[in-house]
T-cell receptor, first 117, second 116 residues
Framework: AQKVTQAQTEISVVEKEDVTLDCVYETRDTTYYLFWYKQPPSGELVFLIRRNSFDEQNEISGRYSWNFQKSTSSFNFTITASQVVDSAVYFCALSEFPQGGSEKLVFGKGTKLTVNP | DSGVTQTPKHLITATGQRVTLRCSPRSGDLSVYWYQQSLDQGLQFLIQYYNGEERAKGNILERFSAQQFPDLHSELNLSSLELGDSALYFC???????????????FGPGTRLTVL
């Protein structure tokens, strides 16, 4: 079963629009971490945020904000007043702790965001 | 710049060949992770090393192997290459080895492997 679902494959917006990227996850663990990474056209993966399962407070960092809701197993990412430089593929990831093993990141398929001028 | 370095940036080779990808973690990080990103499979975890020892395995083929050296750099060896091995290979590093108090994985720029 897919553990991290990013239902939006591609989103296209016009500059200055707000955009929300959805992420729904599935886990049986009570302790887990959620992440968002950005992959710009240059290809590298850039860390954006980490959130643990015990902290449901929303977080804001500049134009970025994240909404974590355990009740719906969602960790959505909103970009306010989008800019062309925000164009990238955004990945949501889940970190689990399998018994006897180490944590590993399970990634969603990614959402490709295009911000047009 | 994450502080994780990977070489080479690009690699073009033929089927049946063997290649080695290299990764240097951020200063102070003990764990190295390898991921494969392909169009059909997305981003997949391959293997993790912590302080020289294998810690976790993911969807890594038997034709692939990795190791972490005493200076903590890591190499991913891919042998008997097939067309389907063409992908972007990422290395990531983190401070710890994986525990409840997990830390963030920082990714390198990737090595793009093309098998012809």
């Amino acid at each position: 079963a897919q553990k991290v679902t990013q239902a939006q494959t591609e989103i296209s917006v016009v500059e200055k629009e707000d955009v929300t990227l959805d992420c729904v996850y599935e886990t049986r663990d009570t302790t887990y971490y959620l992440f968002w990474y950005k992959q710009p056209p240059s290809g590298e993966l850039v860390f954006l945020i980490r959130r643990n399962s015990f902290d449901e407070q929303n977080e804001i960092s500049g134009r970025y904000s994240w909404n974590f809701q355990k009740s719906t197993s969602s960790f959505n990412f909103t970009i306010t007043a989008s800019q062309v430089v925000d164009s990238a593929v955004y990945f949501c990831a889940l970190s689990e702790f399998p018994q006897g093993g180490s944590e590993k990141l399970v990634f969603g398929k990614g959402t490709k965001l295009t911000v047009n001028p | 710049d994450s502080g994780v370095t990977q070489t080479p940036k690009h690699l073009i080779t033929a089927t049946g060949q063997r290649v080695t990808l290299r990764c240097s973690p951020r200063s102070g990080d003990l764990s190295v992770y390898w991921y494969q990103q392909s169009l059909d499979q997305g981003l997949q975890f391959l293997i993790q090393y912590y302080n020289g020892e294998e810690r976790a395995k993911g969807n890594i083929l038997e034709r692939f192997s990795a190791q972490q050296f005493p200076d903590l750099h890591s190499e991913l060896n891919l042998s008997s290459l097939e067309l389907g091995d063409s992908a972007l290979y990422f290395c990531a590093s983190s401070v710890g080895g994986g525990s409840v108090n997990t830390d963030t994985q920082y990714f390198g720029p990737g090595t793009r492997l093309t098998v012809l």
